[in-house]
């Protein structure tokens, strides 16, 4: 567990979340600096996914507090949905990326459907656009979850798990993805129990 504290870093103080009756994570202190891909590791039930839920702000806090959390806000992909929960089309689950603070009547512009189409040629899924996600392999639906993440341009990019399951072309498209976010300056977290996912990474948060 990090308890130094960086500069330019999202940071955990104190955090007590609890699911139920059961005490998830118990005073967490840890720093997460931009600039650099942190894993978080640990066996299951460890708080991987409710350390990411807890600086994502989508679960209540008993305790503590997450601080430097920049303006533009969070980009957080959850472990992959079923595809028949989505009835959607590629290119409109990366879209989705490009609608937070959007009016809903207010359609996409020019420059958004650039980014959604960049990062479609970033994972390599341009040519399954049109495709529905229930079409698609599990390396490809996470490719496209990840893109719906990138879309954000966020500065700060959590990720649940993002390489679990998948063939090697796309973790490692999805490892670089990570390190280009990471150094053009976000903050990249995610929770891992991929050894290459781990190995790729710049740091590691173990938790027990």
Not at 71 to 83: E, K, L, N
Not at 133 to 149: H, K, T
Request: net charge neutral; proline share 7%; no cysteine.
């Amino acid at each position: 567990m990090l308890t130094a504290v960086e500069p330019r870093a999202l940071q955990a103080h104190g955090l007590v979340v609890r699911r139920g009756d059961r005490t998830v994570l118990d005073g967490l202190d840890a720093a997460f600096p931009a600039g650099v891909v942190t894993a978080l590791t640990g066996p299951n039930g460890s708080g991987k996914s409710t350390v990411l839920d807890a600086l994502a702000g989508v679960v209540p806090v008993q305790g503590g507090v997450v601080t430097g959390l920049p303006t533009g806000g969070v980009a957080y992909v959850t472990q992959a949905v079923p595809p028949t929960a989505l009835p959607l089309t590629v290119r409109s689950t990366v879209a989705m990326g490009r609608w937070r603070g959007r009016p809903w009547w207010r359609p996409l512009g020019r420059a958004d459907r650039t980014v959604v189409d960049e990062q479609l040629e970033r994972m390599r899924i341009a040519d399954l656009a049109d495709r529905p996600l229930d079409e698609l392999s599990g390396g490809q639906r996470q490719r496209a979850f990840v893109a719906l993440g990138l879309a954000q341009r966020a500065p700060v990019l959590l990720v649940d798990e993002p390489t679990a399951g998948v063939d090697a072309a796309s973790a490692a498209l999805v490892t670089a993805a990570l390190a280009d976010e990471a150094a053009a300056g976000v903050v990249v977290v995610h929770a891992a129990h991929d050894p290459v996912a781990i190995a790729a990474s710049d740091r590691v948060v173990a938790l027990t």
